[in-house]
């Protein structure tokens, strides 16, 4: 299953963030792609603010990894652009988070290879100008859950 979204502004982008965070399901595993500058993170502290995150999210670049305890679940926050071989991963000792409880989102997560395990949704932003496209891909059943749940949400939110 696959959900779309052309979005212009960042309060657009927020209105999306909000519908996902409710949609959420714990365990799951997000795969965030697109060139730097696409909105990656800017999504995941969005994602962060609706689960009621009131801390500034700060991008992993240099860390690896930012944890964000919520009461919910706890969200992690990777990413991989750094990484020069997909076997660092077991030296950082990320595959708890990865096939644990909570919420991971990965960003570039193709530098990781092998060593990540499948996402539960895959989402690639594209940016032209000041327009990002949005596409959410589901690659498992909870994936597949979380979008329809997704989709019943946002059409929820435009009646």
Known sequence: MTQSFTIGSLVE????????ARALRNPLRVYLSGHIGAGKTALTASVLGALGYPGVVKSPTFTFIEIYPLPVFAVYHLDLYRLKQPEELEVLGVRDYLEGEGICFVEWPERGGKELPPADIDVTINAA??????????????????LKRLGRLMHEGRL
């Open 13 to 20: 982008l927020d209105h999306i963030a909000r519908d996902f």
């Open 129 to 146: 100008d000041d327009i990002r496209i949005i596409d959410m891909s589901s690659q498992s059943n909870q994936g597949e859950e979380v």
